[in-house]
T-cell receptor, first 113, second 113 residues
Framework: EDKVVQSPLSLVVHEGDTVTLNCSYE??????LLWYKQEKKAPTFLFML????IEKKSGRLSSILDKKELFSILNITATQTGDSAVYLC?????????????FGGGTRLMVKP | KAGVTQTPRYLIKTRGQQVTLSCSPI?????VSWYQQTPGQGLQFLFE???????NKGNFPGRFSGRQFSNSRSEMNVSTLELGDSALYLC????????????FGPGTRLTVL
């Protein structure tokens, strides 16, 4: 069965800390891995990764994919209280000639002042 | 450009009833995907419509159905509601059938009593 697993389930840090969130997956016909941030509303897109070893970066956030070991990490440096959210990882894969998407359970990050 | 809109935002139904949720995508977007989010199961893919055709469906019973109109607006229907259908139902649109470009709506919170 295709699955996406995120760890840790939750994390509490202080402002200024650096955090690493993990996402491992087992899917057939992998297409891409996506990271989303969800606060008290709908998810917002962060990154899409398709190639191994190429880091995507946006400000203090960065992410990298390892297609051999089937995982991705999301790094947040110099965390701020506004980074508090649930971070979701999703994997798209080919299914029935179309794309399917499976989400992980998310990592809840709380950043304390 | 207006974002994705979903109506209603909140809904309370009783077991056995049916419900129809509506989603208006961003103007020009042809793909609409539906997701169910619950605390226990996380975010799960329901189905995707593109140019009025269902392209893929997640692992949900036949009580869950949908359709897309020629103006790309989409409706999702759940018949014979069960308590376990209580969830946040999210709709996302994208210009193509590409999950990395998805924009999520605010969701409809369905409570089944």
């Amino acid at each position: 069965e295709d699955k996406v697993v995120q760890s840790p389930l939750s994390l509490v840090v202080h402002e200024g800390d650096t955090v690493t969130l993990n996402c491992s997956y087992e899917v057939t016909n992998f297409r891409s891995l996506l990271w989303y941030k969800q606060e008290k509303k709908a998810p917002t897109f962060l990154f899409m990764l398709t190639s191994s070893g190429i880091e995507k970066k946006s400000g203090r956030l960065s992410s990298i994919l390892d297609k051999k070991e089937l995982f991705s990490i999301l790094n947040i440096t110099a965390t701020q209280t506004g980074d508090s959210a649930v971070y979701l990882c999703a994997v798209t894969y080919l299914y029935n000639a179309g794309n399917m998407l499976t989400f992980g359970g998310g990592t809840r990050l709380m950043v304390k002042p | 450009k207006a974002g994705v809109t979903q109506t209603p935002r909140y809904l309370i139904k009783t077991r056995g009833q049916q419900v129809t949720l509506s989603c208006s995508p961003i103007s020009g977007h042809r793909s609409v995907s539906w997701y169910q989010q619950t605390p226990g199961q996380g975010l799960q893919f329901l189905f995707e419509y593109f140019s009025e055709t269902q392209r893929n469906k997640g692992n949900f019973p036949g009580r869950f159905s949908g359709r897309q109109f020629s103006n790309s607006r989409s409706e999702m229907n759940v018949s014979t509601l069960e308590l376990g259908d209580s969830a946040l139902y999210l709709c996302a649109s994208s210009p193509r059938s590409s999950y990395n470009e998805q924009f999520f709506g605010p969701g409809t919170r369905l409570t089944v009593l």
